[in-house]
C-alpha cells in the first residue's frame, strides 16, 4: 500500500481547499437536526454544489489517496458530510456502479451524484436483524414486475427517500436461506407502500418502519440476478463496513484533538487515568485511519469493493467512537450539555454504531472465519 500523495495529487489538495474557502462561506444556514425533509434539501443542495464542481464522485472514482485527501480537507474546513443520501451515495451507488446494468447506471447513478434523488436501505426487518438472510419479504414474479408483500424496518431515511435498496424472497424453497434472494430497486412512491417514522432515544426519525402490500417493482428494477441477491448484498455491506464510515474517523480524530486542548485548559489533564485513556484514542484512532488506507487502496485494487477488512474497521470503529465520547463526557463534566443539541445527538447516536450496520458479534464471526479462517460456529 503506498499512499503517499504525488504532485498531482499536492495540487489537487490546493485546488480542494481553494475551492472549499471560496464556497463555504456562502452556504445557507444548517437547518434543525431533526427536520429530515430540511436536511435533504441541505444536503442535496450540497451534494449539487460538489457536483457542479466536478467532486461529486470522488467516492467512487477518485485515487485512494485523492479520496482521503477530500475526506481529510472537507472535514477540517468544516464542510457538510453526505448526511440524508448517505444511503445512495455510499451504499446503493457503489452498488449498482459495481454490479448494475449500463441501463441502471445510467439511470440511477447521475441522479445520486446531482443530488436529485435520495435512497433509503430496506434491509432488516422485525425477524431479521442481524440474522439479515432470515428475511420474510416476499417477491413473486407476475410478468415484467415483481408484486412485493412485508415489512422492514430501521429503514434509514425512509421518510425523505426516493428510492429503496430492498431485499425480497423470491424462492422460499431454497435449500438454503441465503439463496432465494433478490436485490431490487423500489420506487419510494409506487401504491402499496407505507412508510412510518421510528423515533429514536436522540428524538430523531431518521428510521422508519416500511410496510409493502402487494407493491408491483419492475423487473428492469432488479440488481444482478435472480435468486443471487445475497452475493449482491454482500457487495452493498462492504462498502458500508469497508468505507462508508471513513470520514468520520477524520471527525473523531479531529474531535480528540479538541479534547486533549480542553483537558490542558480546564484542569482535567492533571489526572494520568484521563491521559491515558486519551493517548491509548488517540493510537486507536491513528490505527483506525491506517485500516481505512489499507481498505480504500484494496477497493480500487479489486475493482472498487471492499473486501472482510472492512468488518475489522467497522468492528473497532464502533466501540471507539463509543468510547470517545464517554472520555468527551470525563473531560467536559456537565459543561457538555451546553454544547448545544448537535454534540449530545453524536453521543447518543454513537450507542447504535455496534449495532447498525452489522452487530459486532457478526462482525466478529466475519474476521474469525474469513480473515483468519477458523471453522463456522455451530
Not at 459495481?98 to 433509503?120: K, N
Request: glycine content about 8%.
Amino acid at each position: 500500500m503506498d499512499l503517499s500523495c504525488t504532485e498531482e495529487e499536492e495540487a489537487y489538495r490546493a485546488r480542494l481547499r481553494e475551492w472549499l474557502a471560496a464556497t463555504l462561506p456562502d452556504l445557507p444556514e444548517r437547518p434543525d437536526p431533526l427536520d429530515w425533509p430540511a436536511r435533504r434539501a441541505y444536503d442535496c443542495g450540497w451534494q449539487r454544489r460538489l457536483y457542479d464542481a466536478g467532486y461529486a464522485a470522488t467516492h467512487w472514482e477518485a485515487s485512494p489517496t485523492q479520496r482521503l485527501v477530500f475526506l481529510e480537507e472537507t472535514e477540517l474546513a468544516g464542510a457538510p458530510y453526505v448526511g440524508a443520501n448517505f444511503v445512495g451515495l455510499l451504499h446503493a451507488g457503489p452498488t449498482i456502479a459495481a454490479e448494475g446494468t449500463a441501463a441502471q447506471r445510467e439511470r440511477w447513478l447521475p441522479p445520486i451524484l446531482r443530488g436529485d434523488e435520495v435512497w433509503c436501505q430496506g434491509f432488516s426487518e422485525p425477524d431479521a436483524g442481524s440474522d439479515l438472510a432470515s428475511l420474510r419479504t416476499r417477491a413473486v414474479r407476475d410478468g415484467d414486475a415483481y408484486v412485493v408483500t412485508g415489512q422492514k424496518i430501521w429503514t434509514s431515511h425512509a421518510e425523505v427517500a426516493d428510492w429503496c435498496e430492498l431485499l425480497v424472497r423470491t424462492d422460499p424453497d431454497a435449500p438454503s436461506k441465503h439463496r432465494g434472494i433478490t436485490w431490487l430497486a423500489l420506487p419510494m412512491d409506487a401504491p402499496g407502500v407505507t412508510v412510518r417514522p421510528l423515533r429514536t432515544l436522540a428524538g430523531s426519525t431518521e428510521f422508519a418502519e416500511v410496510f409493502l402490500d402487494e407493491v408491483r417493482v419492475p423487473v428492469a428494477n432488479r440488481v444482478g440476478e435472480e435468486n443471487d441477491g445475497w452475493r449482491v448484498t454482500m457487495v452493498t455491506l462492504s462498502f458500508e463496513r469497508g468505507t462508508a464510515f471513513v470520514g468520520e474517523v477524520v471527525a473523531c480524530r479531529r474531535l480528540l484533538g479538541e479534547l486533549a486542548r480542553t483537558a490542558r485548559k480546564n484542569g482535567t489533564w492533571d489526572d494520568p487515568v484521563l491521559r491515558r485513556r486519551l493517548g491509548r484514542l488517540s493510537a486507536e484512532f491513528q490505527a483506525l485511519w491506517r485500516i481505512v488506507q489499507a481498505n480504500v487502496s484494496e477497493a480500487r485494487a479489486t475493482g472498487g469493493v471492499p473486501g472482510a477488512g472492512g468488518s475489522v474497521f467497522k468492528l473497532h470503529y464502533s466501540h471507539a467512537r463509543q468510547e470517545l465520547y464517554d472520555a468527551a463526557a470525563a473531560v467536559l463534566g456537565p459543561d457538555a450539555l451546553d454544547l448545544g443539541r448537535d454534540w449530545n445527538l453524536d453521543r447518543l447516536s454513537s450507542l447504535s454504531y455496534t449495532i447498525a450496520a452489522g452487530t459486532s458479534q457478526i462482525q466478529r464471526d466475519i474476521v474469525a472465519e474469513r480473515i483468519l479462517g477458523l471453522p463456522k460456529g455451530r
